[in-house]
């Protein structure tokens, strides 16, 4: 069973509007933690942004927000004001347990698009 | 800024040829990962390593492929022989449980 669930292989969004980057999880560990990565066209991988299974709030960094929903079991990355050069390939990854920081577990990705 | 570092960055082989990639993980992480991507498998982990001992190395072909950490600023990743199956893209990563830093990685392509 996939424990990490990107549906959406494409995305389009205009200039300067928000997105929304789908990510569904599965885990029965009550201790994890969910990460978002950017890869461009250059290959890096980008580290986003950070949530972990007990944070009460959600994770915020510039114009990244993780909107979790801890029941539905749902880390969706929103990308507020988007610029061009947000094109790219966007990652969704978990890890369980290992507080100390264990391997990750990575979506399929979704590619999202903005146009001018 | 502290980032992890991979050499080379890329690599051409031929098939049966022993391959080296090196990372030098960000200073004071004590958890490095190897990663692979392909374009069939997405990224997955190869091993990863904390306080320079193996921790999970269930994700590698043990036939062909090794990983060490000779010392607190160094990670290998050796594949002998290599094979045309192997080309990939080989990424490097450090952190903590927060973060994990990856580095610009090895395209390897085996002939």
């Known amino acids: 069973a996939q424990k990490i669930t990107q549906t959406q292989p494409g995305m389009f969004v205009q200039e300067k509007e928000a997105v929304t980057l789908d990510c569904t999880y599965d885990?029965?560990?009550?201790?994890?933690?969910l990460f978002w990565y950017k890869q461009p066209s250059s290959g890096e991988m980008i580290f986003l942004i950070y949530q972990g299974s007990y944070d009460q709030q959600n994770a915020t960094e510039g114009r990244y927000s993780l909107n979790f929903q801890k029941a539905r079991k749902s880390a969706n990355l929103v990308i507020s004001a988007s610029q061009l050069g947000d094109s790219a390939m966007y990652f969704c990854a978990m890890r369980e347990g290992d507080n100390q920081g264990g391997k990750l577990i990575f979506g399929q990705g979704t590619e999202l698009s903005v146009k001018p | 800024d502290a980032r992890v570092t991979q050499t080379p960055r890329h690599k051409v082989t031929e098939m049966g040829q022993e391959v080296t990639m090196r990372c030098q993980p960000i200073?004071?992480?004590?958890?490095v990962f190897w990663y692979r991507q392909t374009m069939m498998q997405g990224l997955e982990l190869l091993a990863y390593?904390?306080?320079?001992?193996?921790?999970?190395d269930s994700g590698m072909p043990k036939d062909r492929f090794s990983a060490e950490m000779p010392d607190a600023t160094l990670a290998t990743l050796k594949i002998q022989p290599s094979e045309p199956r192997d080309s990939a893209v080989y990424f490097c990563a450090s952190g903590s449980r927060d973060t994990q830093y990856f580095g610009p990685g090895t395209r390897l392509t085996v002939l």
């Open positions: 885990t029965s560990d009550p201790s994890y933690g």
């Open positions: 390593f904390r306080n320079r001992a193996p921790l999970d």
């Open positions: 200073l004071g992480h004590n958890t």
